[in-house]
């Protein structure tokens, strides 16, 4: 009875990718932690408390970058003091573990920006282009001024000349997942992010 349950454990484990060891398998790649979640939420604090210290009297909307800054944008906007509004624009940039070099707006913004001061949300910025087109799509509409949030940057993979006013932290040009990123749509759920170990 032990032993089946022993198996049964592991199988639960391996399906619902909780991680053993620190490795991780999601979609057929291998992956090895990298930032854990008690890091993250650091980061995040670090960002809400700059954010509620230079933002503060002002009418700010926030734009999170949909679908990777789904779970970084809930948790920062839980920790903004001042009255806000949030809404969310979505792209599509990525196949796999690859850019394909071109944005695709999937959803454009909803909501009345004009006059207002807007925050970008993006969860990681690689090449830049996403950034690039949100930006010139939201400045059509006249906003007061933008800022820009980042959790991650992979500044050796940035090709755009980027403005980054909050900024988690940097990191080299690896494929990471978790915390709301994807491998294909793979990994999103997972509390801690993780990096690659080896591309096939
Ligand atoms: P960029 O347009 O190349 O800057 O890429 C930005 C978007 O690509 C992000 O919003 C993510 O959705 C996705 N992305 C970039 N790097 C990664 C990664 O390492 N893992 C998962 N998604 C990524």
Redesign the pocket.
Known sequence: MKHRVVKFAKQWYKSNLIPMEDTIKVHGKEFELFIRSSEISGMVDEIALKLNHDLEGKDVIFVG?L???FIFAADLIRRIKMNCRISFVK?A??KGTQ?TGH?ETLIGLGDEIKGKTVVVI??????????EEVLKQLRNHQPAEIFVVALLF?CD??IKDVRIDYLGREIPN????GYG???DGHGRNLRDIYKIKNLC
């Open positions: 970058i679908n990777g800054a792209t940039s990525y850019t944005v993006e969860d990681i910025i690689d090449t830049g282009l996403t950034l992979k993979a940035c690896d494929f990471v997942i990123l994807d491998c």
